[in-house]
């Protein structure tokens, strides 16, 4: 079956614009996990969905940063006024949550450039 | 706080060279600890997970093992498509499902 896909694979803006990144988790799990690295580092937390609410928000950096799961399946990962530290690779993950074995399967990311 | 910590950061090897990769790991309840391999470019890639010390996993040329404080992934005879990072991540039974990263191992296998 499919994996975890995320749009845009690429995303080049200017510091001070809003930003969105979407994220279609493994159909079936239940939990939708928000993830960013920068060059040379391991994947950072940022925020978790379980079904449609935020179970963890506790690795947003600042409140510029917002995600939304609506309908507990699709998520949007939400910029406000980016900064050129905000520029990594944004991932998203996806499992079956507590429902299920805890595996994390991530999608290929969107690589984030802040000018 | 949950650490963690991987050994080598970057690793060298001849074709067919046997070695082993270390992750050190602090953790209030350890959940779960996880591998993933990673390829430039791309997602990190599942690999396995371990609950317990003790228990081993093997696929292919790779075994992991883990102790009270640490994992060992171990490459048997490895070849160049093994070349790749590898991430070592905890899980704790803190209420959240958050993956704590180390920084990874670097791997390049070469012909």
């Known amino acids: 079956g499919a994996g975890v896909s995320q749009t845009p694979s690429n995303k080049v803006t200017e510091k001070g614009k809003y930003v969105e990144l979407r994220c279609d988790p493994i159909?079936?799990?239940?939990?939708l996990y928000w993830y960013r690295q920068s060059l040379g580092q391991g994947p950072e937390f940022l925020i978790y969905?379980?079904?449609?609410?935020?179970?963890?928000d506790s690795g947003l950096p600042n409140d510029r940063f917002f995600a939304v799961r609506p309908e507990g399946s699709v998520s949007t990962l939400k910029i406000q006024r980016t900064e050129r530290g905000d520029s990594a690779v944004y991932l998203c993950?996806?499992?079956?949550?507590?429902?299920?074995?805890?595996?994390?399967?991530f999608g290929p990311g969107t690589r984030l450039t802040v000018l | 706080e949950d650490q963690v910590t991987q050994s080598p950061e970057a690793l060298r090897l001849q074709e067919g060279e046997s070695s082993s990769l270390n992750c050190s790991y602090t953790v209030s309840g350890l959940r779960g600890l996880f591998w993933y391999r990673q390829d430039p470019g791309k997602g990190p890639e599942f690999l396995f997970t371990?609950?317990?010390a003790g228990e081993e996993k093997e696929k292919e040329r790779l075994k992991a093992t883990l102790t009270k404080k640490e994992s060992f992934l171990h490459i048997t005879a490895p070849k160049p498509e093994d070349s790749a990072t590898y991430l070592c991540?905890?899980?704790?039974?803190?209420?959240?499902?958050?993956?704590?990263f180390g920084k990874g191992t670097k791997l390049t296998v070469n012909p």
């Open positions: 969905f379980q079904g449609t609410g935020a179970a963890d």
């Open positions: 159909s079936g799990h239940t939990a």
């Open positions: 993950a996806s499992s079956y949550g507590t429902s299920g074995t805890n595996e994390q399967f």
């Open positions: 371990l609950y317990s």
């Open positions: 991540a905890v899980q704790a039974f803190s209420g959240s499902e958050k993956l704590v």
